[in-house]
């Protein structure tokens, strides 16, 4: 019950409110199925003995407003009465269990992409630190089954329990010795069998949690290495790692299945085998079996309605109790939180330099700091180099410049103005990033370029000025397709070199101050690399372009060049001085 509250604290008022209006409807629903089975009294006892009617006072304004004179004159009546009340209740839980299907799917939404919406503003070293398959499992996965196996089972559960009070209310009036034993009995056998199963229930949840990430583990890891797969013939390693996950999971959610459904069939044959000792114990303590008739049908119709409803509530509660481990997962990721940002009408500017003042950074309490006490200055419209051997800081530099994480000591100021997480953001405008691996997505070019701009608002014609300073404008032209051309997941249908020429051309199109360059080049062969180079050589002399690289000859244009050692001490240079 904890969990499910904190579940509910999650969605918006509007779904709130819409939640009691369905309430409302169950009410109704139940209300209609009362009067169904309420008139099968009176209209088997019609069709039975039409005497026998006339002693249900409800009956009589009936008899009134259609001018009955005889007993056989209310059989027809009372016949377009039931199939009326039949037919309404019967739309009536037709539209419910739209209502309830669509709320329940749309409450699915909501949590799937709260999900997805706090996971991406989560800081970059969360990140870093956490898997990407839990992430992907718990937005698509796991979201899913919470709406399957919690939100439309509680509606479900709700739903049910308020017809079945209703419908048991009514089966007392008419008879409160028999409708009293058969709910005892149908109520203890599913207590006994929910006392019983719930532990296996809860053991299946958990394993159906944990191998439903690992199947995603196993799907990215294998697609997404495909080439190093396939030159390595590792397919049978990867289809065993899945396997191994899907298979045990699947099992799991199939005893599930059998636990919540297999009741039913036990349940219904007992029904059947109570009302055929009613029916005979009926018939021969009665002296007038024609009048015991319509109390049996009665009793009948509401055990048909009745039972299915049993079964509906038993399967709710197992299935509850089957996803509280994934309600569990789905809850942590989301808890958390979305770090809070100032008023984005404030302004940063950039118009003289950054300064980084006495900055230390590492990555845990238990790790040793990558560099302490660092000074920069990075001055408005310069060329900087960094160089250094792998793991002496230059990314981690680049990150904190990039404002993606917080240095523990020190500050980082922007003409001075100090950046903080509030207001990072507002600083991150001014950047742009191009790194060696460019993230290209299985879109168009103009897509690709103006990334993460919705195709309508795409201005065309920074798309084209930024090609042609990348210049990867010509080649583009020559498409059949042109800026509309798809260039397949991660743009495998590009070269290295065209895939670099579109990530340059996509930090232009932001039209940002600074334009970073983390290792950009390296994969490339000497050629293309020079290439790449004279671009970047060719930029506005009004932006600051910061190159980190693992060769010198890369930097021979930078007025400045950072070198790390190994301790994360560093140095300043010219070219020059180094060659």
Sequence with gaps: MKLLMELWSFFSNSRKIKFWFILILVVVSSFLEVISIGLTLPFLGALTNPDYVYQYEAIHPIIVFFDISSPDEIIFPLTIGFIIAAIIAGMMRVVLLYVLTRFSFSMGADISIGVYKKTLYQDYLVHLNRNSSEIINGVVTKSDAVVSGIISPILTLISSVIIVISIMITLLIIDTFTATIAFLSFGSLYAIIVYYTQRQLRKNGECIAQNSTEMVKSLQEGLGGIRDVLIDNSQNFYCSMYRDADLPMRQASGNNEFISSAPRYVMESIGMSLIAILAYSMSQNS???????????????????????????????????????????????LRQSIPTRKDNKIIINF??????????????????????????????????????????????????????????????????????????????????????????????????????????????????????????????????????????????????????????????????????????????????????????????????????AHRITTLKNCDRIIGFDDNGEINNYKYSEII
């Design 287 to 333: 002296e007038n079996f024609s009048t015991t008739i319509p109390i049996l049908g009665t009793l009948a119709l509401g055990a048909q309605r009745l039972l299915p409803l049993l079964q509906q509530i038993y399967n709710s509660l197992s299935r509850i109790k089957s996803t509280q481990p994934i309600l569990y997962d789905v809850l942590i990721l």
């Design 351 to 548: 118009n003289k330099k950054i300064t980084l003042n006495n900055l230390s950074f590492r990555y845990s309490k238990n790790t040793p700091y990558i560099f302490k006490r660092l000074n920069i200055d990075i001055f408005k419209g310069t060329k900087v180099g960094i160089i250094g051997p792998t793991g002496s800081g230059k990314s981690t530099l680049i990150d904190i410049i990039m404002g993606l994480i917080q240095s523990d000591d020190g500050i980082m100021k922007v003409d001075g103005a100090i950046i903080t997480k509030e207001n990072r953001h507002i600083w991150q405008k001014h950047i742009s990033h191009v790194p060696q691996s460019i993230f290209l997505s299985d879109g168009s070019i103009k897509e690709n370029i103006a990334f993460g701009i919705p195709e309508k608002l795409i201005n065309i014609n920074r798309v084209k000025k930024a090609a042609k300073q990348a210049q990867i404008f010509d080649l583009i032209e020559s498409w059949n397709d042109k800026y509309d051309t798809v260039i397949g997941e991660r743009g495998m249908r590009l070269s290295g070199g065209q895939r670099q020429r579109i990530g340059i051309a996509r930090a232009l199109y932001k039209q940002a101050d600074v334009i970073i360059f983390d290792e950009a080049t390296s994969s490339l062969d000497s050629k293309i690399e020079k290439e790449i180079m004279e671009i970047i050589d060719s930029m506005d002399k009004n932006l600051t372009i910061i190159i980190i």
